[in-house]
């Protein structure tokens, strides 16, 4: 039974939340940020942040406990409030393609992650768990939600639908043209329908957010060990998640860019291809691929389609039929040598919504000697994976929605 549970949210008062909101922290450029909170002393950079006050950059223990105060100091001046009463929120964002995505704001079950009820497609480094586990335990509270998606359920949609025809406590745009809304949902039976909706979904899946996932579930382990009369109804025992339905998830590719050939030639480099592909030389014309195991190769001022060769790569699970592995196991590892995708400098990475054509200008830059577009990953892909126990390699995937810090807070 799948836990999805309402909770008192700490947030911004109406007034002031357009100003709070902040994008994930190391989505700024250190210029970005300063320039933000030399102008806005109520941007949540300011306390996640909390060494711009003294012009020094400060880390570890001295950073967290700074974290906690400004956080504190947000409180005391009021510019938050907390629920009396636990509320489920609804949260929708309509960006500047006009593209909705709406879900509901609520505590996810630690639990249900260890049990892998709520599942997971990505490896996590044990280090960034650790870190971020010490820097929750230190501040005690979590400002921006995992993103979690379930499968279409009509009885939630029905709820969410009723709720949005009334006036949202929250509606806002930001610079970058997307608009933000929240509504609360505090009603006794609409919040009781919604706890057992969700406890009738079997499986839940992590889009986006795998490393705050096991960090809450770390802290868990920690807090629960220091707690004689641990209940499992604790805070602790929960991290804010933003649930979507998956028909509103948004998944884009993550394509390749690599510095060299690894000592071939254009004509060696492209024999070895032909081993796994049917290879057409597009000129000039823009090739974006149409469907998966299809791949567009951008290399000296020309494009190329390359269709996979099936009699020759052979599908075992679910990983080798994502369009990131066959990539790797073709071509990046044994013909370019690149065998860590996560480290070797000779690869960066785009995800897709710079289209192809950015892909082409790094590489007429001659940064880049070729770019590779692939065919973004279907939401039965990454279920599938996440299925089979199995993990995609890094930046296979860039999901959206990207969810903004400070509208609601979490406590433990």
């Known amino acids: 039974m799948t836990k999805i549970l309402p909770f008192k949210a700490v947030r911004p008062t109406r007034d002031k939340v357009s ?26 950079l300011h306390i996640v942040n909390p060494g711009y006050k003294y012009q020094k950059e400060i880390s570890g223990e001295e950073r967290y406990k700074l974290v906690r105060n400004r956080y504190l100091e947000f409180k005391e001046d009021e510019i938050f409030i907390q629920e009396d009463t636990p509320c489920y929120y609804i949260y929708k964002i309509v960006n500047r393609e006009h593209e909705s995505f709406c879900g509901i704001i609520a505590a996810a079950s630690a639990e249900d992650y260890e049990n892998d009820i709520i599942k997971k497609h990505e ?23 995992v993103l979690l998606t379930y499968p279409d359920n009509p009885t939630i949609a029905k709820i969410i639908d009723e709720t949005i025809e009334h006036r949202a406590e929250y509606e806002f745009t930001t610079t970058n043209r997307d608009t933000h809304y929240l ?23 992590i889009a986006d ?8 579930q770390l ?25 979507i339905p998956e028909s509103d998830l948004k998944i884009y590719e993550f394509n390749r860019l690599v510095k060299d050939l690894n000592g071939l030639s ?15 030389n597009r000129g000039i014309e823009v090739y974006k691929p149409s469907k998966p195991h299809h791949f567009s190769m951008y290399l000296d001022g020309e494009f190329y389609s390359l269709y996979l060769r099936k009699t020759t790569y052979e599908f075992t699970n679910a990983l080798e039929e994502l ?13 370019l040598a690149i065998k860590d995708v996560r480290s070797d400098t000779r690869i960066d990475y785009a995800h897709g919504k710079k289209d192809i054509v950015y892909i082409k200008s790094m590489v007429d830059s001659k940064e880049f000697k070729v770019g590779f577009g692939l065919f973004p990953a279907s939401v039965a892909q990454m279920k599938k994976i996440a299925d089979e126990g199995l993990t995609m390699p890094p930046k296979s995937t860039y999901i959206e929605p990207k969810l903004r810090s400070g509208i609601t807070i979490y406590e433990f």
């Open 209 to 216: 957010g795998h490393h705050r996932s096991a960090s809450s």
């Open 266 to 280: 254009k004509e060696e480099f492209l024999i070895r291809l032909d081993e796994w592909f049917r290879i057409e």
């Open 219 to 243: 802290l868990a382990q920690d807090l629960k060990k220091h707690n004689s009369e641990h209940t499992g109804n604790e805070a602790y025992n929960f991290f804010m998640s933003y649930l």
């Open 323 to 335: 369009d990131a592995q066959v990539l790797y196991q073709t071509v990046l590892n044994p013909i």
């Open 19 to 44: 100003l709070v909101a902040s994008r994930s922290y190391q989505s700024y450029t250190p210029f970005e940020r300063d320039s933000r909170m030399d102008y806005n002393p109520y941007s949540f």
């Open 123 to 145: 490896d996590t480094i044990q280090y960034r768990e650790n870190t971020f586990k010490e820097y929750l335990k230190t501040v005690g509270f979590n400002a921006e939600p």
């Open 183 to 205: 509504w609360k949902i505090d009603n006794k039976n609409s919040i009781q329908e919604i706890k057992e909706a969700f406890s009738l979904i079997q499986t839940i899946y």
